[in-house]
């Protein structure tokens, strides 16, 4: 071999190698490094230092990960998902709705079971009049927080579900004074079944199905949905008032006034109490 050439070639072997021997030094070195950035993220967290902190903490994932030290990294990226969630709890108070859905994003990306970031996402877009994207972080906040056996986010998703589709209903069968139209009756119908996809049946939900069914002027099926709602019920006394009126003006409606005015006594308390008393007055003597 034509010794120029050798010596090249012995030139190329040894900068490969040595470029070979620092990259795993630099990798050593940052495997050692991320530790130290590690217990830095946690000094910046408990001083209220968030942005530092989660800058910290994304570094320390990066490299645990490298590292293979899985503990450190998924504790790094729990405490990342943490963090962005405040921060994006900040951004709702401050209006930037769609700077809190990134925060909530990067949250949800790093550790996707803590729960808390699609609700708090879910209340951005429901901020914004995104209602369809709200309710399905709604529905997936409740997923993730049954697999995580989170009781409490899992109940708070769920009444922010009731809240919109209850809210659409009882706005429905609400109006013209509450003198409701079939085709209102119709509407509130359709928003507390697609709400039961969701979540399931309670004594709101059969009270205004109750009150929806009467709207169409399907009286049977009302006092029927009535009773399941007095039957599930376990709130306040106001509630069940209002649950025995509006069995009590369907059954008037269908000509049993003997039931009705069962109804009505039953019904005569907090703000029904005037009205349930004058359908009793009403249908004194009647059989």
């Known amino acids: 071999m034509n010794v120029s050439r050798f010596k090249q070639t012995n030139l190329i072997f040894g900068m490969f190698f040595m470029a070979l021997l620092v990259g795993i030094s630099s990798s ?61 709890r900040a951004s709702i108070t401050a209006n930037d709705f769609a700077g809190a859905i990134k925060h909530f994003d990067n949250g949800i990306s790093n550790y996707p079971t803590y729960a808390l970031n699609y609700l708090a996402k879910g209340t951005a877009y429901k901020k914004m009049n995104r209602n369809d994207d709200a309710i399905a972080e709604f529905a997936k906040t409740m997923e993730v927080a049954k697999a995580g056996q989170d009781t409490k986010t899992m109940r708070s998703a769920e009444e922010a579900i009731r809240g919109h589709f209850m809210f659409l209903a009882s706005s429905a069968v609400s109006r013209n004074g509450g003198r409701a139209t079939p085709a209102d009756g119709t509407e509130a119908l359709a928003h507390l079944q697609k709400m039961l996809q969701y979540v399931d049946v309670d004594s709101d939900v059969l009270y205004y199905t109750a009150v929806s069914q009467s709207a169409k002027e399907e009286y049977d099926a009302a006092v029927l949905s009535a009773d399941q709602a007095l039957g599930m019920h376990k709130g306040s006394k106001s509630d069940k008032a209002k649950i025995y009126f509006i069995k009590g003006e369907s059954l008037l409606n269908i000509g049993n006034f003997a039931s009705a005015k069962v109804a009505f006594e039953n019904a005569v308390y907090g703000s029904f109490a005037a009205s349930a008393k004058h359908y009793l007055e009403t249908l004194a003597g009647t059989n």
């Open 28 to 88: 050593n070195l940052y495997a050692q490094d991320y530790k130290e950035t590690y217990n830095q993220a946690l000094e910046a967290a408990q001083a209220k230092d968030l942005k530092t902190a989660l800058t910290k903490f994304t570094t320390a994932a990066t490299g645990a990960k490298a590292a293979g030290d899985k503990t450190v990294e998924q504790s790094s990226r729990k405490v990342i998902a943490q963090i962005e969630y405040n921060l994006g």
